[in-house]
């Protein structure tokens, strides 16, 4: 699964900014690496300004993004590249054009490491997977 964790300013988006906020970020997944939608999870945290520093002095401007990927690896260097380019791509609207300070950067978990709901997930791409995205959530794994 992707877990974002977005640390943002107090009252830089509102309630229907973050839902569409999530919505971008799971088409991310679910477009463009066809994951199910519920293995998508979206956290939004709000800090005041005495409340974050960068570079020791308070700031009201910053976005801090750490993602938490397990459900797929990114070995190859220029499919990292790419990726890092498409999420600051489309996450423009939420960052760049609101003229914010962000950084954005991604963990990668052992597949191993994760269970959903007491199940161990399918092999990427597999008949179970696909079932499991069909069903938008998880079951007892029948192919494998």
């Known amino acids: 699964m992707p877990m974002w964790?977005?640390?943002?300013?107090?009252?830089?988006?509102t309630a229907e900014e973050k839902k569409q906020f999530?919505?971008?970020?799971?088409?991310?997944?679910?477009?463009?690496?066809?994951?199910?939608?519920?293995?998508?999870?979206?956290?939004?945290?709000?800090?005041?300004?005495?409340?974050?520093?960068v570079g020791g002095e308070p700031h009201d401007r910053y976005?801090?993004?750490?993602?938490?990927?397990?459900?797929?690896?990114?070995?190859?260097?220029?499919?990292?590249?790419?990726?890092?380019?498409t999420i600051n791509q489309?996450?423009?609207p939420f960052l760049r054009d609101r003229d914010l300070h962000w950084e954005i950067h991604v963990d990668e978990?052992?597949?191993?490491?994760w269970t959903i709901d007491g199940y161990f997930p399918p092999a990427p791409e597999s008949p179970d997977e696909r079932r499991w995205?069909?069903?938008?959530?998880?079951?007892?794994?029948?192919g494998e």
């Open 5 to 13: 964790h977005i640390y943002h300013p107090s009252g830089a988006y």
């Open 22 to 53: 999530a919505a971008r970020i799971t088409g991310l997944y679910t477009d463009l690496l066809g994951l199910p939608r519920f293995y998508v999870n979206v956290a939004f945290n709000a800090f005041s300004a005495e409340d974050f520093f």
């Open 63 to 85: 976005v801090r993004i750490w993602i938490d990927h397990i459900a797929r690896r990114t070995p190859d260097p220029s499919v990292r590249r790419w990726w890092m380019e």
């Open 90 to 92: 489309t996450l423009a």
């Open 109 to 113: 978990t052992p597949f191993e490491f």
């Open 133 to 142: 995205a069909e069903q938008n959530g998880p079951s007892p794994l029948v």
